[in-house]
């Protein structure tokens, strides 16, 4: 579903969704250890979601001046 390029210890953060542990198993052995470069794999499954948002703590100023 999502593919970021990471800073850090990781490379690249996969977010997929499976309809249970073996279709998840299925899609890293039968595709993501197939890619040529990939080494090593990592897996964390969320057990619930803590807090969502989708709006920026973003400030619109009032009568700003135009260049």
Known sequence: MEC???????D?????????????????????TKIA???DINTSIALRRVHY???????IRKNRKRL
């Not at 970021?4 to 990781?10: K, N, R, T, V, W």
């Not at 948002?53 to 400030?59: E, I, W």
Request: hydrophobic share 55%.
């Open 4 to 10: 970021y390029l990471m800073a850090g210890a990781f």
């Open 12 to 32: 690249y953060m996969l977010r997929v969704v499976a309809p249970e542990i073996a279709g998840l198993e299925r899609f890293v052995m039968k595709k993501l």
């Open 37 to 39: 470069g990939v080494r």
């Open 53 to 59: 948002k989708t709006t920026l703590p973003v400030r």
